[in-house]
């Protein structure tokens, strides 16, 4: 199975901030990875397909690039309602596999 | 606009079998992959399996011997079947569109199935 390692798995940070998360792959996935956006008691909810293409609605201070084993996520200037877990996926290979998550709470 | 809302026991006792239904509203489930995606605070989120409109199905390997998807198209449902359940199969159970093989946009709200007896 392809190992996603998430980094950090913690985050503290302000309104205002630009923040990065990444996603290691542990084999070259090409572009096949999404990041989802989670909120306690609800479901993901799909961000980024393909490493960097926004999916419909979502608000152009996300965005994400990437190829082969290196991921990011950026946030570039955080809002209140961005304080959640965060989760990459790839689907390059079966099964499919999610990171750990990376945690994004309010300093 | 799509929903997707599962259904099913939210107890199972160990040893038996767990089976979800997904029914999705708003859009036919032709075209599309259908997966099932678990969440547990010991696993995190874990892929499943899915299938196709067609019938085709890919499944995780870790509970392939134990697992079923299964499509009804007239219905506009899809259904999850996990045999021979264990403490370790209690998480939240998601059902997922993706327009490819993998989760997509469209997700349930999840249900709280818990093994125990």
């Known amino acids: 199975d392809i190992q996603l390692t998430q980094s950090p798995s913690s985050l503290s940070a302000s309104v205002g901030d630009r923040v990065t998360i990444t996603c290691q792959a542990s084999q070259d996935i090409n572009k096949f990875l999404n990041w989802f956006q989670q909120k306690p008691g609800k479901a993901p909810k799909l961000l980024i397909y393909d490493a960097s293409n926004l999916d419909a609605g979502v608000p152009a201070r996300f965005s994400g690039s990437g190829s082969g084993t290196h991921f990011t996520l950026t946030i570039s200037s955080l809002q209140p309602e961005d304080f959640a877990t965060y989760f990459c996926?790839?689907?390059?290979?079966?099964?499919?596999?999610f990171g750990q998550g990376t945690r994004l709470d309010i300093k | 606009q799509v929903q997707l809302q599962e259904s099913g026991p939210g107890l199972v006792k160990p040893s038996e079998t767990l089976s979800l239904t997904c029914s999705v509203s708003?859009?036919?489930?032709?075209?599309?992959?259908w997966n099932w995606v678990r969440q547990s605070p010991g696993k995190g989120l874990e892929w499943l399996g899915y299938?196709?409109?067609?019938?085709?199905?890919s499944y995780n390997p870790s509970i392939k011997s134990r697992v079923t998807i299964s499509v009804d198209t007239s219905k506009n449902q899809f259904s999850l079947s996990l045999v021979s359940v264990t403490a370790s199969d209690t998480a939240v159970y998601f059902c997922?569109?993706?327009?490819?093989?993998?989760?997509?946009?469209?997700w349930g709200r999840g249900i709280l199935v818990t093994v125990s007896s």
């Open positions: 996926q790839q689907f390059d290979n079966l099964p499919i596999t």
């Open positions: 708003g859009d036919s489930i032709r075209g599309y992959h």
């Open positions: 299938i196709y409109y067609s019938g085709s199905t």
């Open positions: 997922v569109r993706g327009n490819r093989p993998t989760p997509g946009g469209y």
